[in-house]
């Protein structure tokens, strides 16, 4: 089966960094877009990033410039290195491994808290 699963989450410090990573297991990791996601309590799933087989990348307009979303196809892994982390960046952060909105996957999860 198709398993996803996020590590590097944790508490921080605001202004402070963290990187995610996810890795996949029974997919052709190259041939798959990767993204990531978050959730914070009380709000609806936001998207962040997503890195397209090919490379190209998007970010949500909250997190450009202080986000960077990469991948090691060698690994079967994505990254997401977060910079200058604010309190509102507090949420769980999933990642997704997908070809469209017909085939999609998702991690369980890991719980990034931005706090002094």
């Known amino acids: 089966q198709v398993q996803l699963v996020e590590s590097g989450g944790g508490l921080v410090q605001p202004g402070g960094s963290l990187r995610l990573s996810c890795v996949a297991s029974g997919v052709i990791f190259r041939s798959y877009h990767m993204g990531w996601y978050r959730q914070a309590p009380g709000k609806q799933r936001e998207f962040i990033a997503t890195?397209?087989?090919?490379?190209?990348?998007n970010y949500a307009h909250s997190v450009k410039g202080r986000f960077t979303i990469s991948r090691d196809n060698a690994k079967n892994m994505v990254y997401l290195q977060m910079n200058s982390l604010k309190p509102e960046d507090t949420a769980v952060y999933s990642c997704?491994?997908?070809?469209?909105?017909?085939?999609?996957?998702w991690g369980q999860g890991t719980q990034v808290t931005v706090s002094s």
């Open positions: 890195i397209g087989s090919g490379g190209t990348t």
């Open positions: 997704t491994a997908f070809l469209s909105s017909a085939e999609n996957y």
